[in-house]
């Protein structure tokens, strides 16, 4: 049975706890394409006919617990999914997720490497950006990719 979903930067973590072995963690990363949906709520965008057929085309994975259903699809396979016991914390490696106040973002100015590289790596000083959202944050601050050392011009 399910426990609990978390999230952290850009990976869904599903608590599972079962009956007479160790309980397991199931982490879902979605890569750039890859999607959770559920009977009845399908987008159209999903379906190569553009109808809300359940499961979607390119489902991997049907998990199914409580008395509820969801299907992870990835049509181009960028996503992982990863089952793990639950001392090897897949979060732990994580930098602070980029939606929780308080982050420290020292880190981000005094280094000297390019930031957007800086950002997209989601061990170093936070977790949860992807390259377009990178790009576009970059682009309305005009800050250049390659920039190091926030401070300086």
Partial sequence: ???GVLRKGK????????????DRHLYLHMGMTGRISCPGRVMKLES???DCAYPPPHTHLILKANGHEAAYSDPRRFGKVILRPVTEDEF????PDALNDGSDYDGIVESTTGIKKLLLDQRAVVSGIGNWICDEVLYQTQIHPDQTMLTSQ
């Fill in 1 to 3: 049975s399910v426990k």
């Fill in 11 to 22: 990976l869904l973590r599903v608590e599972l706890e079962s009956k007479g072995r160790d």
């Fill in 48 to 50: 190569l006919k553009g």
């Fill in 92 to 95: 732990a490696e994580l930098a």
